[in-house]
């Protein structure tokens, strides 16, 4: 059995361990409230931006557009969202294990430290990283879209997918691929925003037809594609950091009840140890008298 001194040593370092990560768990259960509550912020946006699209898509030639063009898929553009740090349990994990799943040709571009450290430790191809900060400001993602967006229209990549987290819920993120370009449709656009903003913009879909653009429908349709790819990304990289503060969230809260688990028992083993000590003392003058 141990000595006294070294479990009251490791009893010493188990709570500083414990109020380490109890003070990390409350840092970021604040920060995923505030993440959380930026992603719901773009959603009226999303609802105007499927009315908008709506109304364009009977008015105008959708094949002539860039955005819509298939293409043979050479080399896959991959925009790859991590953290920057580290003790967020499984969450980067399962992101590089999706990664490591394709085996056609890509490129990635990448936001966070964590993220561009794996593709060059794996020797994969990476274009760019960037770092985007805790509060996500737009127009740090709309440098990574436009980057990416270049890329795809000068050819280097043939198609446009973003990989990050999903946020579910507190507990729950999924690590998720999704295709931004080329699109398909306009009306697959539609679908997609409506998804993301609710009944209401499908509600108010109908009003569309009362819409008139200035200038033509196909200039609107040119200035408004980007402007959803810019969104898009951005609402992923959002929904990325409320993942990231959420998975901490929970690491922390781990770390913290097993240090609570351990304490427990080093302060059971302490007792056991000093009663130990005491019985072996009382037994050592008791002898001592009996042979006195």
Do not use: C
Request: aromatic share 6%; net charge positive; charged share 25%.
């Amino acid at each position: 059995m141990a000595s006294t001194r070294d479990i009251r040593r490791r009893i010493k370092s188990v709570k500083n361990t414990r109020q380490i990560t109890r003070a990390m768990e409350l840092v970021a259960a604040s920060k995923m409230k505030k993440a959380q509550q930026a992603a719901l912020a773009g959603r009226p946006y999303a609802e105007l931006m499927a009315r908008m699209l709506a109304a364009l898509a009977d008015r105008v030639e959708e094949a002539h557009h860039p955005f819509l063009v298939k293409r043979e898929v050479r080399t896959r553009g991959i925009i790859l969202v991590t953290s920057d740090k580290g003790l967020a349990g499984p969450l980067n994990a399962n992101l590089f294990k999706l990664v490591t799943d394709i085996k056609t040709p890509a490129k990635y571009v990448v936001i966070g430290r964590k993220g561009a450290q794996f593709i060059a430790r794996t020797r994969r191809d990476l274009l760019a990283d960037f770092t985007v900060s805790d509060r996500v400001p737009f127009s740090e993602v709309r440098t990574v879209a436009e980057y990416m967006v270049k890329q795809y229209l000068a050819g280097v990549v043939d198609t446009v997918e973003i990989l990050w987290p999903r946020f579910r819920n507190t507990l729950v993120q999924v690590p998720t691929l999704l295709p931004l370009l080329p699109l398909s449709s306009v009306k697959e656009v539609i679908a997609d925003l409506r998804s993301d903003a609710g009944e209401s913009a499908a509600a108010n879909t109908g009003l569309s037809s009362q819409m008139i653009f200035e200038p033509e429908p196909g200039q609107v349709l040119d200035a408004l594609l980007p402007l959803y790819i810019n969104r898009e990304i951005y609402q992923q990289v959002l929904d990325a950091r409320a993942s990231e503060h959420s998975a901490r969230m929970v690491a922390m809260k781990t770390a913290k009840d097993n240090a609570s688990k351990l304490l427990d028992d080093l302060t059971l083993e302490y007792n056991k140890a000093r009663q130990a000590a005491i019985t072996q003392e009382i037994l050592e003058i008791a002898a001592a008298q009996f042979t006195a």
